[in-house]
């Protein structure tokens, strides 16, 4: 892509138009947001941008749109797909000053905030009102909410609540030209046309950029139950989850780790955890609600459900201070992960009863290609995050064989019924994969809908659509 590189006469124009003290071009900045939390990858931006209204946005991408300079937004830098990095250069467009949590509606049950909030300080704040925002990623202590809302994030409580995209009512966006629009309405019910507010949820940056959001809320649970099974097989793990339900209930989570995972949490973060020799994964299950009585019915029939499926051990969290550290366990997992070797995490989802066929195929093909994997994740909605770790590879193979069996990966989850991503998104490091699952037909639509929205291909480009040969 052509793009126009950045004079001393275009920053000048940005800085008049939004204010110098928003515009950084030091070393320490550029280098601050070249990266986020995929893998290696750096990119520098030729100008990091800190924008503190959607008038400041909009002016600022007037000028980008006309000059042909290219803007990547950027959330909390959480992110694992590399939606987030400058691939082009041009400009890095920060929403860390959009912090505001602008109304709490107790009546109505929702909220307006702006994208710069932290998602864990947004649920902490409704949960003070005795209200619950359930959208919680495990980097929810730093990610923000604008973030979430570009990648359609989920988390643990998807497989009850359900994702995002059950949450977001309504949103302000600012496009690619300038304008400034309300994508939808404040209401739980919309049949008034294209619904504009679900195409922007998991767009990642690229149609436009969010600046405030109206949430949906629900009334806060007030008793959980937190249980931990055991199993000598992954297989036997992975079957028992689509037995859950099939029995009648629903957990509000249902976690899967395999036992290397919790070997470096434990020895990473510091956990004190008794895993036994023998046990080989977990599922980790939590049932909320306001009666205690139906909490533990629902407990029983899973109990009786994990024995049919071989469970060796079924753990009750006896304290809250027990049941935050199981669930500590698996949120610093993937932190791990990563300090324990060179690695790359794909974000596979699959229909759940398919989760036995797609951990032993992710096994089968580590070994044909020389890695081994860690899996775990969001049992319960059959999202399984895999971390792909270098162990015995070759540099040479890790850098030019990987990529071939993080191919076949995707082709397993594809014939298994799933698709690429749960809730990470394809961002820049997954798009190369994006038609094996979907045909020449699908991509050119979204490339069409893309055209529609920003027909300079100014915002984030290079991410989602896979490049032309």
Same mark, same amino acid.
């Given at each position: ?42 990119y ?37 797909s ?5 691939i ?29 909030v932290?998602?864990e300080?947004?649920?902490?704040a ?68 294209y ?25 806060? $649970? ?42 470096w ?11 036994k ?116 590879m ?71 659509? $896979?490049?032309?040969?």
């Amino acid at each position: 892509m052509n793009f126009t590189k950045i004079n001393a006469e275009i920053l000048t124009e940005i800085k008049q138009a939004i204010g110098a003290e928003k515009v950084f071009t030091d070393a320490e900045s550029l280098d601050n947001y070249s990266h986020d939390e995929t893998e290696d990858l750096r990119y520098q931006p030729e100008v990091v941008v800190k924008p503190a209204t959607a008038a400041d946005i909009s002016a600022l991408l007037k000028i980008c749109n006309e000059k042909n300079i290219p803007v990547t937004p950027r959330g909390g830098g959480t992110g694992l797909s590399g939606a987030a990095l400058p691939i082009y250069g041009g400009v890095s467009l920060s929403m860390e000053k959009f912090k505001a949590i602008i109304d709490i509606d107790t009546e109505n049950l929702q909220a307006t905030v702006e994208p710069g909030v932290i998602t864990e300080e947004f649920i902490n704040a409704v949960a003070e009102k005795g209200l619950l925002y359930p959208v919680d990623p495990s980097s929810k202590g730093s990610c923000f909410i604008g973030g979430n809302v570009a990648h359609g994030s989920g988390g643990p409580r998807v497989v009850k609540y359900g994702t995002i995209r059950e949450y977001i009512l309504n949103l302000e966006v600012v496009l690619p030209n300038g304008d400034i629009i309300w994508t939808g309405a404040n209401t739980l019910k919309y049949a008034s046309g294209y619904n504009l507010t679900q195409l922007m949820i998991g767009s990642e940056g690229t149609l436009g950029v969010v600046t405030k959001i109206v949430t949906k809320l629900l009334p806060k $649970p007030s008793q959980s139950v937190l249980m931990m099974g055991s199993f000598a097989t992954n297989e036997d793990a992975c079957a028992a989850v689509s037995a859950i339900f099939r029995a009648g209930v629903t957990p509000s989570a249902l976690e899967f780790m395999e036992r290397k995972g919790v070997e470096w949490v434990i020895k990473f973060d510091d956990i004190k955890f008794d895993l036994k020799d023998d046990v080989a994964a977990l599922l980790m299950i939590e049932f909320d609600g306001d009666d205690l009585d139906d909490i533990f019915k629902n407990c029983e029939k899973t109990n009786i459900v994990l024995e049919e499926h071989n469970c060796s051990e079924v753990l009750f969290a006896d304290s809250a201070q027990q049941k935050e550290e199981l669930w500590r366990m698996r949120r610093t997992m993937a932190e791990s992960v990563k300090s324990n070797s060179v690695y790359k995490e794909e974000d596979t989802v699959v229909p759940r009863a398919a989760l036995p066929k797609l951990v032993n195929g992710i096994k089968e093909i580590g070994a044909k290609y020389g890695f081994e994997s860690v899996c775990y994740g969001h049992a319960g909605d059959g999202n399984l995050h895999v971390n792909i770790i270098k162990a015995g590879m070759s540099d040479e193979d890790w850098t030019n064989k990987l990529k071939f069996g993080i191919k076949e990966i995707f082709e397993l989850t594809t014939a298994l019924g799933g698709t690429l991503s749960g809730e990470h998104g394809i961002g820049l490091v997954q798009k190369e994969f994006m038609p094996i699952k979907y045909s020449e037909i699908h991509l050119s639509l979204m490339r069409g809908i893309k055209q529609v929205f920003d027909p300079n291909g100014i915002l984030n480009p290079g991410k989602i659509m $896979p490049d032309k040969l």
